[in-house]
């Protein structure tokens, strides 16, 4: 019987990343995840098809509130311009979720078997972006530069704030943006270089309702 509290997809959520940290990701099952957050294997399966999808379950709630920046954006708006204001759309989003974030990143960063599927859920978010700036008119090549750019750039940016935890996101993101926009001006950048590797966050989709 599930315990009562706190919804069973963040306890899941939560309990998965606790247990990764622990055991490593392919020393546990779905079974002590499910055990952990307090309810049955059987409700595990209703909410994820399997435990990697655990930590990428919240990119639904990013995709949504980017994309929805960049319909809202003022006309005027260049690309790039539209993707960073989007970024900064979203920094109180991800700066309240840190404390799964962080070592949520964590557990991807030190296990190869999940490389491979956030660099998926990246590229996915790259071309939810470009068909957003396509449907303010943006041609699809311009689009999917500006995308695969911004992102490298936002990706960098909260690996950056995820490492360090001070200064916010908001600070890595000007960084980034400074950054970029400087080596298109065909100048060195007059700030530090971001020497992270490329990622993102996600957070418990569960607390965001």
């Not at 799964?100 to 296990?111: G, H, L, N, Y």
């Amino acid at each position: 019987m599930d315990k009562p509290g706190p919804g069973a997809r963040v306890r899941l959520q939560q309990a998965a990343v606790e247990l990764f940290r622990e055991r490593g990701y392919d020393g546990t099952t779905a079974a002590e995840i499910a055990a952990r957050a307090g309810v049955t294997e059987r409700t595990f399966f209703r909410h994820f098809p399997d435990k990697r999808e655990v930590l990428f379950d919240g990119q639904a709630v990013l995709v949504d509130a980017l994309t929805a920046s960049i319909v809202d954006a003022p006309a005027e708006l260049g690309p790039l311009d539209t993707l960073f204001r989007a970024f900064r759309s979203v920094t109180t989003l991800l700066e309240d979720n840190r404390p799964f974030s962080k070592p949520r990143q964590e557990v991807i960063s030190a296990t190869p078997a999940l490389h491979e599927r956030e660099l998926s859920k990246l590229e996915a978010l790259s071309e939810a972006l470009a068909l957003a700036l396509q449907g303010r008119g943006v041609p699809a090549l311009p689009a999917a530069l500006a995308a695969r750019t911004g992102m490298a750039s936002f990706a960098h940016a909260t690996l950056a704030w995820l490492e360090d935890g001070e200064p916010g996101l908001s600070h890595h993101l000007e960084l980034a943006e400074r950054t970029l926009r400087s080596m298109f001006r065909g100048r060195p950048s007059p700030v530090p270089t971001l020497d992270v590797v490329v990622g993102t966050t996600e957070f418990p989709s569960g607390g965001q309702e």
